[in-house]
């Protein structure tokens, strides 16, 4: 066994869809959006191959599809094969003559190409007809969202200033595990998972929350199909335009308030008939990877993004006055000075230890202090300089010397040719994880086992011959 | 230790539309509707699936004619027309969709108003030029954790005129210096120019058989950005004929006359340079010296 750093475990969407059963996934595929959603996170090669029989009808063979790629792609098609069967995005089919062929699964093909052209199902999100007397800028929607989303994350690191979420939202971080009760007592506290999710950025924060909450989702009397569609829909919206709440059901409209009370839509009141979907919600299928939220807050949201200097004297320089931020960098720093806008802090072995002790990542660090680096850094590439990013990872290193591996030991070997022909044979395999002459003693790992056992067997019937 | 800092990768298409064939495929009838209706609908289909493939993806389309030069996609007059959405389109898409149909309508049936037709060379190559300011603009807009992937696509159906061979030349050098990527289209004819250019860049040249099947050259061939062609398997590339037409009677030369002022190149010679205008004063120094001995002797 490995002593591997346990990382938060933060699926992207197609490893989420990977885990829903095959019949969800083909009512899924009902709709535009999830297939758009679903079509843009695939592999280039994929989403080519996709594009080339989107518009033919039937089946294709096997054969021809190979062909389309360069013979040193071979690999990467089998990944592609692999994956799209997975997804449930196409099948094999028995052709005429018996060709083996790929046929592109019909619900996806016809809402993809909906999407692309017209003619699919249905958009269930729609303008109203008639405009908001009180239309909203996208200035206040992205004030509201990240106010909103905040709110969690101070909850979270326990600054108590502000008001108290809801139990909803209190569940889901209990659920999620990043925040416990421990036995005894009254007051949640965050967990090893809560640091990590602290430390990453806030598109993967949303997306890892609503992971969370959709797998609540049928516990809470939602319909786990028209909670993703309604997400998907909405991560395809236009911000600044306001969708009407007419045509929505019930558990819809539940749906919808908790995704307001975190942010991700905008409603002014309850009964209003209108809401806006904000910046957090938009995008939000390309997962932890990428979303434009971090691009467009550059630009929009300058107080939330890009504030922290570091120097090459392992000086931390963060220009906030938000206790948020500042308990963040303090996960990791020692802090020296506070002044009203700008906090003074320095890394040092001891305050990364106690980072890593806390069960976040030396890749959850540097990665944390890039996302946020000040506007000023950016002109001067590198970022972040390469000495504090060297040895931030160095000290992480540090801490785990030891590799474990499971193996079976092979000794008593009768004679050095014996040990010298078995040990060059795992040696080829691969499978050899560390020997020695002196005793001859030899471990090899468990999957090689069998493989090398059954060589000595051949090897010693050979020689008894 | 390796430590590479992940930039976003932004593709950008800029798709410039020959829209002087326009007439000539308007009048060629295909299932009801006209070949000119068919090569909109597959352009159009392609820059919404070059936008489907990443939401970080961007799309502007440029149509030129004879006289001018119009951006399609995103349009220039600012307001925002009401559109229709067919349903289960995207929104953005949908977009797109009435942007170009408003504009190419506009500027083909302005065409077609202005009967004066002495003039029928496109403007094609001030087109890509606009289409190269474009992808500078972007390039230095978009924000620093981005990279910008920017490549050309030229959808043409007319001949190469020599009248424009400087712009082209300048237009390909500088997208080889930009690092973008310039592919071509052609449907019809063959543009030696054009070949040129994209053999420069590193882009990809296709003369199509068939106009019809427009949308499915375009998907198969201009979808996979320059990075990922590698991987798959695509025409074979034309061999590019480096000779450059004269610009006297546009036939191609192996050995010509070259001016040296504009690098103009003329199949015969000439006393004055067409294109710029230098007069060649080859025989002067010849003369000269003629001249001065004859009045040495007269004095």
Known sequence: ?465 | MEDKEERIETSLVAIVIDATPAKKFASQPLDGSSMMNRIFDSLIAFGNAHLMQASHNKLAIIACNSKSTKFLYPSMDGNSRSYQNRPGQYDMFAKVDSDVRHGLGELILNDLTDNDSTKSDSLLGGAMARALCYIHRVQRELSLSHQLKPRVLVVSGSCDSALQYMTFMNVFFTAQKENVVIDCCMMDTDSGLLQQGCDITGGQYLHIPSVAGLLEYLLWVFLPSPSCRSKIVLPPPTKVDYRAACFCHHKLVDIGWVCSVCLSIFCKFSIMCTTCNTEFKLNRPAIVPAKSKKRARIE
């Open chain 1, 1 to 465: 066994m490995s002593v591997q750093q346990r990382t938060l475990d933060c699926k992207d969407l197609h490893e989420y869809l990977k885990t829903l059963s095959a019949t969800v996934l083909d009512r899924l595929y009902n709709h535009p959006a999830t297939c758009l959603a679903v079509f843009r996170e695939l592999p280039e090669l994929s989403r080519l191959y996709i594009m080339r029989i989107l518009f033919v009808d039937q089946a294709v063979p096997k054969a021809i599809m190979g062909s389309w790629v360069s013979p040193n792609s071979a690999k990467e098609l089998e990944d592609i094969v692999k994956l799209l069967t997975e997804l449930r995005l196409w099948q094999e089919v028995e052709m005429q003559g018996g060709l083996k062929g790929w046929l592109l699964n019909p619900t996806f093909r016809r809402n993809l190409k909906g999407a692309l052209l017209g003619g699919g199902n249905e958009w269930s999100m729609k303008p109203p007809t008639d405009a908001d007397p009180k239309a909203r800028g996208i200035a206040i929607l992205d004030e509201y969202a990240m106010g909103r989303w905040e709110c969690v994350l101070h909850f979270m690191v326990g600054s108590h200033q502000h008001e108290v979420i809801s139990s909803d939202a209190l569940q889901i971080l209990q659920h999620a595990g990043l925040m416990k009760k421990e036995p005894g007592e009254n007051q949640l506290t965050i967990t090893r998972d809560g640091f990590q999710f602290l430390l990453m950025d806030t598109s993967a924060q949303v997306w890892y929350f609503l992971l969370q909450y959709l797998d609540t989702a049928t516990a809470r009397g939602l319909d786990l199909i028209d909670c993703l569609g309604f997400l998907f829909q909405l991560s395809f919206s236009t911000l600044g335009q306001d969708y009407s709440t007419d045509s929505m059901s019930d558990g819809l409209q539940k749906f919808l308030q908790h995704l307001r009370e975190f942010g991700l839509v905008y409603q002014r009141k309850r009964k209003d008939g209108r809401f806006y979907p904000t910046r957090l919600a938009l995008d939000i299928a390309s997962g932890p990877k990428k979303s434009m939220l971090n691009t467009m807050a550059a630009t929009s949201l300058n107080q939330s993004s890009g504030y922290i200097v570091v120097e090459t004297n392992y000086r931390v320089y963060a220009y906030t006055d938000s206790s948020l931020q500042v308990a963040l960098i303090a996960l990791f720093c020692e802090l020296m000075y506070r002044f009203p806008n700008l906090v003074v802090g320095i890394i040092t072995r001891e305050s990364v230890r106690q980072a890593l002790r806390s069960g976040i990542t030396a890749d959850q660090i540097v990665s944390f202090l890039r996302q946020h680096a000040h506007p000023e850094c950016y002109k001067e590439p590198p970022v972040l300089p390469s000495t504090i990013a060297d040895q931030i990872k160095l000290w992480a290193i540090e801490r785990d010397r030891f590799v474990y591996k499971e193996g079976v030991l092979y000794n008593q070997f009768d004679s050095q040719a014996d040990f010298e022909i078995l040990k060059n044979y795992a040696q080829e395999r691969g499978v050899l994880v560390w020997h020695t002459t002196h005793g001859r003693k030899m471990v090899v790992t468990k999957e090689g086992h069998e493989e090398v056992r059954k060589f000595w067997k051949r090897h010693s019937r050979n020689g008894s011959m």
